[in-house]
């Protein structure tokens, strides 16, 4: 079966310039969630989707951050523009209602 | 807003050493309650989880945890340890109901053959 399909796997790119993450979470799962994972700061979450409509956005830090989900097979988180203290692993994660998330492999951002 | 410590930040053992790492949650109400582990260079994947019933749970790979309600707690223990479980764990809750599970930090845990 497929996982949480997330891409890039890598991605490197200079201050100021807008990233794209992107998730495709497991069929038939209606909630998704996107963390980000840091040394500092551990794994924080960013912001949920159930039903592909966000519940809870309060961990984006700011309004550079936003994230979309148009259907139930795919979401976005978009960085625009990015700065270095973005750098971090952006995990994707998928789950039904009984709450058992389904991690993606991750998205390891660099900003330069 | 609930929290969840992980005392245990670093943990260095050799193989068949025995394993318990704490979790601790704040939260008075029902609790939905998880390990999740990631291998070096891997995502996270669930070790075991509660959500009702028998307190100790079982899960994959010899671990099991459990849930002791009166201590707000859910350790993880595994009676001998591998080199293959060096990882991160984490400990995860959410309220019942909710399905926004909080984790803690982390405990990073390093097995030497």
């Known amino acids: 079966d497929a996982g949480v399909i997330q891409s890039p796997r890598h991605e490197v790119t200079e201050m100021g310039q807008e990233v794209t993450l992107r998730c495709k979470p497991i069929s038939g799962h209606n909630s998704l969630f996107w963390y980000r994972q840091t040394m500092m700061r551990g794994l924080e979450l960013l912001i949920y989707?159930?039903?592909?409509?966000?519940?809870?956005d309060s961990g984006m830090p700011e309004d550079r951050f936003s994230a979309k989900m148009p259907n139930a097979s795919f979401s976005t988180l978009k960085i625009q523009p990015s700065e270095p203290r973005d750098s971090a692993v952006y995990f994707c994660a998928s789950s039904l209602s009984h709450g058992e998330l389904f991690f993606g492999e991750g998205s390891r951002l660099t900003v330069l | 807003a609930q929290s969840v410590s992980q005392h245990n930040h670093h943990v260095i053992l050799s193989e068949a050493a025995s394993l318990e790492l704490g979790c601790n949650y704040s939260y008075g109400g029902t609790v939905n309650l998880f390990w999740y582990v990631q291998y070096p260079g891997q995502h996270l994947q669930l070790l075991l989880k509660?959500?009702?019933?028998?307190?100790l749970v079982k899960g994959i790979k010899g671990f099991e945890a459990e849930f002791i309600k009166s201590k707000f707690s859910f350790n993880l223990r595994k009676p001998s340890v591998q080199w293959s479980d060096t990882a991160e764990y984490f400990c995860?809750?959410?309220?019942?109901?909710?399905?926004?599970?909080?984790f803690g930090r982390g405990t990073s845990l390093i097995v030497h053959p």
């Open positions: 989707f159930n039903n592909n409509v966000p519940i809870d």
């Open positions: 995860a809750v959410s309220p019942g109901g909710s399905y926004i599970p909080t």
């Open positions: 509660y959500f009702s019933g028998d307190p």
